[in-house]
């Protein structure tokens, strides 16, 4: 069983731009119930199918496996609900942590998340300053909610 134990923030300026090269994501998901989630990923030149349970607190479920590209971009064109995620994501190591921080694309276009995950829920972490607001239990901040309810809709 593999746990994800993951906080998210808003960004809220770009001092984190240009420590880290992006990387282009493409996501679309198959299933996108509370209880579940099961998501189809191309990152870069690889692809991954991913199931997510439900989360407690800042903890789920994760199951992510390598796929074929080419099923993943079939099954992205063919069977995820619209509008896919784009995104780039940036990975920053600062110490001991890797920030994944999302700069939103398409329908998304104008949202910048960041997210770290830990080895437990009471870790405690030191934010650089570029983090804001922490969303982590605001369920509109999941990509699978983003993918159903874009964040150029919101107003």
């Known amino acids: 069983m593999a746990i994800e134990i993951e906080r998210k923030f808003l960004v ?14 493409r996501q ?3 299933c996108t119930e509370a209880e579940r989630t099961v998501r189809v990923r191309i990152a870069g030149d690889r692809a991954f199918f991913t199931v997510k349970g439900k989360t407690t607190g800042s903890s789920r479920l994760e199951y992510e496996y390598p796929i074929p ?8 064109d ?3 609900h619209r ?7 940036y990975r920053i190591t600062l110490g001991d942590l890797v920030w994944e921080v999302d700069e939103f694309h398409g329908e998304n276009q104008g949202l910048i998340m960041a997210e770290v995950e830990l080895s437990s829920e009471d870790q405690a972490i030191a934010l ?5 607001l922490e969303v982590s239990q605001d369920d509109r901040y999941y990509n699978s909610y983003l993918s ?8």
């Open 12 to 25: 809220k300026h770009d001092g984190w731009r240009n420590l880290s090269p992006g990387v282009a994501y």
């Open 28 to 30: 679309g998901y198959l």
């Open 69 to 76: 590209i080419q099923d993943a971009a079939e099954m992205l």
């Open 78 to 80: 063919r069977l995820c």
């Open 83 to 89: 509008p896919l995620i784009e995104k780039t994501r």
């Open 128 to 132: 650089p300053d570029w983090i804001g």
């Open 148 to 155: 159903r309810h874009p964040y150029r809709s919101w107003q």
